[in-house]
């Protein structure tokens, strides 16, 4: 892998490393009790934002590994799938069993992109809100993996 992806992958780990750091007391808050409004809207953010921070090392790879990068209505759902697939030029990104769990990451930024916050329902997000450390914790494990054997 050349050097200069490695560190952008590199910098946008250490940038959704920050994110959970910051969010911490929030989802603490939210594994002890319900969130109100401004909580509930607050995690949506967060969810928000770490699926982008995602998104964006995928984006990083397909753009300047896979030198392509998927396009039309469904893009977002396209870039998640290539990061499961291995190519002639690199390994998979993440296993596969872990899609899934990823993927509820993908369909609740698009959510709540498209959504006024007072739709948010608590019982809608509460597993990812509660397991979002921990899916950060697997899916850096992987991308580093990622960068050592590419």
């Known amino acids: ?3 200069g992806v490695k560190r952008k992958i590199e910098f946008e780990i250490t940038q959704l490393d920050q994110l959970l750091s910051d969010a911490e ?10 969130p109100d409004f401004v909580e509930l809207s607050a995690a949506a953010l ?3 934002s770490f699926y982008n921070g995602v998104e964006n090392i995928l984006l990083l790879i397909v753009k300047q590994i896979d030198a392509e990068i998927p396009i039309g209505d469904k893009w977002h759902k396209k870039l998640l799938d ?3 697939e291995q190519t002639n030029l690199r390994t ?9 769990k990823i993927s509820e990451y993908l369909n609740f930024r698009h959510f709540v992109r ?8 608590w019982t809608e997000i509460e ?4 397991n979002m450390e921990e899916i950060w914790a697997v899916l850096k494990e992987e991308l580093n993996l990622f960068m050592k054997n590419n």
């Open 127 to 130: 597993d990812l809100v509660v």
């Open 82 to 84: 290539r990061a499961f």
């Open 1 to 3: 892998m050349d050097s």
């Open 25 to 34: 007391p929030l989802l603490a808050l939210c594994k002890i009790k319900v």
């Open 92 to 100: 998979a990104v993440f296993r596969e069993d872990f899609k899934e």
């Open 46 to 48: 967060c969810l928000h």
């Open 114 to 121: 498209h959504a006024y916050s007072f739709k948010l329902k």
